[in-house]
């Protein structure tokens, strides 16, 4: 059979890994598919760069709409990242009839409820495993592996850069701004790390993981998202001596009241597999009721895992090419018309969660039980405290808790009284702490 | 659309869970599967005993031939484990045109490239997501979710048994035949357990597993097999102070020589994740040359984690109904012609790999030089040794060391030469050492 013609929107680091692995593996992946895959058009911005990837027998142009248009080609690959012009092009490869597969996350956690509508009107795929956690499966596992399971939760480290930063925090002691320096310089952060430190990046494959696994629309704007640029290495310190280790999680559970989804610094028991999860390196932790809880780890970025996954997508449409799109593994993981439209996301004051608490509280007696009172009258229960007298000299000292879960509006309220004791100084730092027990 | 009748051969712990699963869940896993899916038949060796599952609305029967036969059903599920009977019931389910979902690792390992030339030549299904690593998806992770990857090896805590007798031994400083007395009285050992501690259900699998992988045929015979029941507690004691743990691991690799695959105790660095899978749990690490190290987590048994693997087949089986049977994943993830009949499988005399070697030597000067000699004579070079001094009065000390990779061939003749000397007491305990690490 002839081989499957591929067109490329993007040719830089990760469509230059598609060619790159295409080429290397083709023998493989060939005989894995039942026939070839071959790259045969792609269009990028300049054409005269230097790419990182042969070129011969490709052809290039800077034109993207004419790789869509171009009626030779089976299948789109979006590696162009945006959501205006990626969401144009994707829309017209659908009303073209192709099969499109994207790294997209902001596309499909933004468009993505508008993009499966049209592909489901259509009957063409349009595959997006390298949108989530590199080359790790965890669409595929999610939406067929575990297909047998009403999934409880789903807890990732899903942003390698603010993995690395809070691994180097830990393990050298250093503070934030100096490490992020390094991660651009090392090119695991953008010149902007807006996306990354602040949490948006997380947000938009939390969304996706969140359709994914309880059958609800794409729903980004329900996301709580806080990052990691407020994170001090004190708290890393004192989370370490707690037995917890700080990591920015991508979290989202099914609860009696709604979903909740959120993206924030988050202590867990250092004994859990995901919290040695160190580096760039990603992992995803998913509770099925049958299953149990099950971890998946990979590489989250990078030309090659990122092109693992897209190639896996593309011998996935090419299974599929000529199957009865009925029968075909839905978008988003539940057929199109059962996703349940109704189903409320939780905001972030509805969440119960456990809590750590860091307060400056002036050096002299009764700190520590005027804020267990207040505690203890606001129904929250303590799980561990310390208290740390001042250097000799100095007038303040430290109060550092861990609580066990509780609405967040309680811990609010209860911190907002906490803030008003005289003896408190300044404000509470606060992290919220998943144990991941069940 | 009416739901697809499942019959099934065995309703013990996994069948009993299948169906629980499947009620609980039946509303999720129609609107993943696109219609519903029901247990209509099920056999059992013995009609009356109490089932930990409701039976009504099933047709029961001691007769597991007449489901096969059955024209009403459209999926027999295999869960009555052994390969004389199980092969002949799922062949004439094949031959009846009926897919087939089996749990079932050494009907699939020593009877698999039958199986699947049968299912081929009839276009059915033979799907086997249950017999490797319980509810982890690791069939369909390597099968689908690593399409694009050479792989170049894969690693697995694939014995849950063994696992939970080797995180006591190590944790709780217990003797090997004393937790396997509470793994039998716990149900995570069997009566017999040889089929468990002396690795043969780890090497069933890892036949599949390498099979999957490399894109070569079921090949039981070429596993090489090492149990754990020689683990001495002090070995597991000495790996600590190196800063390794020992794992029962099924390995295998693809080396320019041909394909190793090996189960055997084995020395892993203990930072690695997977060195930190304890208790009944599993853990498979893939190496694929794209995404790098991969590993995959979870539950290794069990009547719900196992039912989780067999109900995701089931919908995959669903959702091929119609689908053309050229165009499905094929059985062993490469297409059946081109399975590479000529790979060679080697020996063990064949394998490179680190040693762990532990000596009784007698307590007088220069032991250590001549042992080192010998080692450094025949090119294999010394990664960390240890001697310790005997008690007082004792006139034995112990000699611990860890060698880098060498061929085992040469090990073996070193070995000899170290025994032969007369210093050395006894036989020199040897283990194998893997460091994960690319």
Redesign the interface.
Known sequence: MHPVKVGLLGLGTVGG?VVN??L??SS??A????RGIRVTHASMRTLNKKRICPTEGIILTDQPMTVVNNPDIDIVVELIGGTTRARELVMKAIANGKHVVTANKALIALHGNEIFAEAQKQGVIVAF?AAVAG???II??IR???????INWVAGIINGTTNFILTEMREKGREFNDVLKEAQAKGYAEADPTFDVEGIDAAHKLTILSAIAF?VPLNFPAVYTEGITKIDREDVTYAEQFGYRIKHLGFARRTSQGVEARVHPTLIPEKR?IA??NGVMNAVVVR????????????GAGA??T??????D???VV??????P?????HL???AS?IAQDVRFLDIEEVKTGYYLRMTVLDQPGVLAHVATVLSEAGISIEAVTQREPPSGAKHACIVLITHAVLEQRMSLALEKIEALPEIVGKVVRLRVETLDA
């Open positions: 890994g692995v295409l290397r593996n493989e992946i005989r894995r598919a039942g495993e080359g790790i499966p595929k596992i067929e592996g575990l297909s047998g399971n009403r059958g597999l040695n999860v099925g009721d049958a299953v149990g809880p099950t971890l998946y780890y990979g590489a090659e895992p092109a693992s996954s897209v190639i896996s593309l011998v996935d299974r599929s090419l000529t199957t009865d009925e029968n075909r593994v839905p993981a539940f057929q059962t």
